[in-house]
């Protein structure tokens, strides 16, 4: 093989098992996703959502992404948030947190502290019983496999399927709350996007059940 071939053959290898990682969501999404997507919806305040490095990367993207789709979102940073920022989150409001292993300390204690003020805790991590997802009130469950990340430990793979389940959360809540175009150009003036003089057709509506409507998850929360 050539050299050009060694090269293109490798970043065709990572290119498919970052793909494999996103599809592989696909078949996991159950009533954990609805419920989540309804504890959001029934959010009558902000969502703030937090991780640390590559999570908070994600957190980030996901807290704009969220904002343009008629759901308002901020980012918070969990050392941040250990160092005052918190005080912004009230019992109106609900928090995502991002960690992948779901043991970062500071990640585990700005949940602790958004809970104090009688914030929801949405936890996205690779396990419903790690730290984290045990002082949520919900979590919901992103794992990949080994191979998704480079070498099994750089975070890549999984900030891709964790923001692509973002993504599906924001479109799902957009046609809930029946968001329109008008309504998201508003928001965003500036840009190619904000020069279109036509519109795609509004999205259609989609009914999400209320929390009450839902069965509760049998898991233990906030030990």
Do not use: C
Request: charged share 20%; hydrophobic share 50%.
């Amino acid at each position: 093989m050539s050299v050009n071939g060694d090269v293109l053959d490798v970043a065709r290898q990572r290119l498919a098992a970052e793909a494999d990682a996103i599809t592989a969501l696909i078949a996991g999404l159950d009533e954990d996703f609805v419920r989540a997507a309804a504890l959001i919806l029934d959010t009558p305040g902000k969502v703030f959502i937090g991780g640390s490095g590559t999570s908070g990367a994600v957190a980030r993207r996901m807290a704009h992404v969220f904002s343009v789709t008629g759901t308002p979102a901020v980012f918070l940073s969990p050392m941040d948030a250990l160092h005052g920022a918190s005080g912004a989150i009230g019992p109106a409001d609900a928090v995502i947190l991002i960690s992948n292993g779901g043991a970062s300390s500071e990640v585990i204690e700005s949940a602790r502290i958004a809970a104090s003020h009688g914030a929801r805790i949405i936890a996205i991590t690779r396990g419903h019983e790690t730290p984290l997802a045990r002082e949520a009130d919900h979590s919901l469950l992103v794992a990949v496999h080994g191979d998704a990340d480079i070498g099994g430990t750089i975070a890549t793979g999984i900030t891709l399927a964790q923001s692509a389940l973002g993504d599906a959360l924001a479109e799902v809540l957009m046609r809930a709350r029946g968001y329109t175009w008008a309504q998201f150009m508003h928001t965003h003036p500036a840009g190619a996007v904000g020069m279109r003089e036509q519109l795609p057709e509004d999205l259609p509506r989609l009914e999400l059940p209320g929390l009450d409507e839902l069965p509760a998850r049998a898991k233990t929360v906030r030990a």
